[in-house]
């Protein structure tokens, strides 16, 4: 059963605008209300059919709900808490989704209704666009939601947003909000001042005219880069103290491998080099100790339109889901390859002989192929 009947998101943007619609996916059948500043957004949200209702006076939108979520930029948070506070409803869950959450966390003891139950949340979902445009049903499948209660927050409230973040499709994760600050600094927030720092060089190198020659490297490492700059503003403000550390200890790096440069240092630069493959290697496809694992199949494809249509077609037509699909970025010559994460051992045995036996001779399970790159 679902956990609430009248869900307010405030912010109707990517990440409210795309829980409204995982709800509605997920076969929610209670009210979703929308408020937002913008017209515009809340007239766009109800013309796709993402939300039920839309308002853009705070206290007339929460009047009645059993859930509110906060999905604006972090920045507004404290004046919001504030001014709902007077008009929530005695039972309501109050929860947000912003990317910090000890600032939050002090926002909203100190503006909220001591007798209102909130818990801190955050989706390590989304995307370099922002807006409802961008919002899709699909953003928290199989992604990590971090929930952060606080002394005060029930364990009926943990259930029941647990509960609600499995039914976006996301993992649940309960941490404390310094610890999940200290998590995210590393993870999301120092990586996305790399980006912003590398796509800046090639304007203080005075090197705009490089633009044109960039290729996949540089696109994969600059894409966030990207993402609202008004939003990345206050989350790296309101993580200070975090964000100045990892600026340290990257600091410490550079400084480090500058030495080893300079000193003809190979055996550490070979090592600082193979540690990062490592850890890059690493990252799980599969999300241990969260997620399920999955199991994947590696299929090299010939390099031509519809190639993908026709894969994923025979593996619908045999009634088996694919749970992640990749492509794997190495074209030498004709080939290219992809990689499909399945739920279990039975269905990646199936498409397995679906595939060979399909048109696709060069299936493997993974693992049976080392790396696709270094064949
Ligand atoms: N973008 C991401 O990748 C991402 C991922 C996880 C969490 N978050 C967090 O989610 C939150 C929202 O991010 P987003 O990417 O959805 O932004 P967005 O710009 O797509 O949407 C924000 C929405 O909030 C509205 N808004 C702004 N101020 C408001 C106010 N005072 N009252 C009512 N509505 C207001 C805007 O009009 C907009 O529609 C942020 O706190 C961000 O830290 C973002
Ligand atoms: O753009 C993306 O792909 C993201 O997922 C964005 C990302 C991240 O760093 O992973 C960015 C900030 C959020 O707080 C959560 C997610």
Partial sequence: MHPFNNIVIIGVGLIGGSIALSLKKAGYRGKIIGCD??????????ALGVIDMGYSSLKDAVQGADLVIVATPVGYYSGIFKEIAPFLPKNVIVTDVGSVKGYVEKAASKDLPQDIQFIGGHPMAGSEKGGIKAATPFLYENAYYFLTPNSNTKEDTINKLKTFVEILG???????????DKIVALISHIPHLAAV????????????????????GFRDTTRIAAGNPHMWKDIFFLNQTEVLEGIEA??????????????QGYKGV?????????????????????????????????DRPGILGELTQIIGNHKINIKEIEILHERQGEKGAVRIGLASKEEQEKAFYILREGGFPLTYRKGEIEDVGNK
């Fill in 170 to 180: 996301a993992y649940p994760v309960i941490v404390e909000p310094q610890q999940h």
């Fill in 197 to 216: 720092l590398l796509a800046n060089m090639l304007d203080r190198q005075n090197s705009i005219s490089y633009i044109p020659f960039v290729g996949g």
């Fill in 37 to 46: 500043l913008s017209q515009e957004a809340l007239e766009e949200a109800k």
């Fill in 250 to 263: 990257l600091e410490d790096m550079l400084e480090e491998f500058k030495h080893l440069l300079k000193t």
């Fill in 270 to 302: 070979l090592e600082t080099l193979e540690k990062a493959k490592l850890i890059r290697d690493s990252i799980p496809h599969t999300y241990r100790d969260y997620i399920p694992p999955l199991y994947d199949l590696i299929i090299d494809v010939e």
